[in-house]
Structure formats: C-alpha cells, structure tokens
C-alpha cells in the first residue's frame, strides 16, 4: 500500500499545485447550491432535508467527474511518460489504484466543503441525520463510479477532450438506464433483462441510499462498478504497452 500512496499523494499534490482545483471545487459548491436552491426549492419545500440537495448529484458528476477523470491517464499517454511511471518500483495496478483514489478523495473533499447545507438544514428544523450521512456515502460512491468510468476511457485515448466526452456518453448511459423510457425500448425483451438494464442505472441505486436505505445490494453495487472499470483501466494500459 505504501507504493499505492505514495502515488496517490503525488497526484493530490498535482491537483492543487495549480488554480485548477480551486476553481474546480468553487465551481462545483456553487452549483450544488444552486441547483439546491433554485431547481430543487430547497426553502420553499418546507422539509428539514437534503433532498433538493442529493437529487441533483447525478447530474452534477455527469460533467464534474469526467473532468477530473480525464486527465488521469490521457497526459501521461501524450506526454509518454506512463512508459515512464511504469518504469519505477511500483506495480501498474498499484499505479491505477493510486491515482484512482487521489481522484476520488478530491471528489470526496469537494462534497465535504458542502456542509454548511446540512448546517442549514440542521438550524431551520429537526433533520434525520442519519438518511443525511446516507445520502453522503452514496454520493461518495457514485462519485467513484464515475472517477473509475473516467479513469478507463482517459486510459483509451491520448486527448484529454475525446476522454471526457467519451465518459459523459457512458456515464449518461449509466444514469438512464433505469428511466422508464429507456426500458419501454426494452418491451422486447423478458423480464429479467429489464431487471437486468434497470439494475445499472446510478440513478435507481442512489436514490434509494439518499433516501437512507442502505441496502448492501447497491453499496456492492458501486464498489463492484468502481472495481470492473479499474480492472478494464488496468487491461487498457496493458495493451497499450504490448503495442
């Protein structure tokens, strides 16, 4: 672990040695309120939640997360300096891992510098902070999701651009799935792969953890997602050096 995070505070140190993460984090709190706020009528609803505030993640990383992502493996492949790192005592998933994790703890940072909302909330009534906490955990995990989606189609390509659109049409993909709208698509089909399609959508799974119901099946759910997309990141750099 020690190569793991040595990796991850290099990378971590990356984000902040430059505005870009400041700006990231600015951005990204400012939205959150708003669509909160505004879209979600978080005063106006009357209810000591968050809610208004959770319901809009998905659609808050759909843009956020690949652009953290996209740059976690595209400049190294550009600059060729991945043939570089893999040159040093550490293995390639240690590598992956390590920079994964950098990523989400970045996320994971930036949705922390959210509490004054819970604050609020806390003032104005007399919230469950524990469907509160819940709402955080799955919001974390989805986060990763998205980190570990982004993670593999920056590994796919040398343009940092091509690999942040590439993982907002997968991670839409994600999203929707469960949409009623895409399953009418799937009339065809038995039920179980209905079940099946809408048993991937993000949406479906964090929904239920924001309304506090911390159902194992969808914690498993993230965790195996965020395991599948680092094991195909792992397998895309592999061939990308055999070649």
């Known amino acids: 672990m020690s190569a793991v995070t040595t990796v991850m ?6 984000y902040f040695a430059t505005p870009i993460a400041y700006v990231f984090i600015f951005m990204f709190l400012v939205l959150a309120g ?5 879209l979600g009528h978080f005063y106006e609803k009357g209810q000591a939640d968050l809610s208004a505030f959770f319901n809009f993640h998905p659609w808050l990383y759909l843009f956020f997360m ?5 740059g976690l493996w595209s400049p190294e492949r550009q600059l060729g300096t991945v043939e570089l790192l893999m040159t040093l005592p550490i293995g390639q998933h240690q590598a992956v891992l390590g920079k994964f994790l950098a990523a989400w703890v970045f996320a994971g940072l930036s949705l ?3 509490f004054p909302l819970w604050i609020t909330v806390a003032y104005l009534g007399d919230p469950d902070n524990g469907v509160i906490v819940a709402g955080y955990i799955g919001s974390w995990l989805m986060a990763g999701s998205f980190l570990a989606i982004g993670s593999c189609m920056s590994a ?13 049409v997968v991670c839409f993909i994600f999203i929707v799935s469960g949409v009623s709208m895409v399953l009418d698509a799937f009339a065809w089909a038995p039920q179980w792969m ?8 993000f949406l479906t799974r964090f929904e239920a953890i924001a309304r506090g ?5 969808d ?6 997602m965020i395991g599948l997309w680092l094991y195909l990141t792992q397998c895309v750099l592999q061939r990308n050096k055999a070649h």
Do not use: W
Request: overall charge positive; hydrophobic content about 60%; proline content about 2%.
């Open 9 to 14: 505070k290099r990378e971590l140190y990356g």
């Open 34 to 38: 708003v669509f909160a706020f505004y």
């Open 66 to 70: 690949p652009a953290i992502a996209m």
């Open 112 to 114: 922390i510098l959210t």
């Open 156 to 168: 796919c390509t040398k343009n940092q651009i091509i690999a942040f659109i590439l993982t907002v």
């Open 194 to 201: 209905v079940d099946f399609v809408a048993g991937l959508s």
């Open 213 to 217: 119901v911390l159902d194992i099946r």
């Open 219 to 224: 914690i498993i759910y993230f965790i195996a």
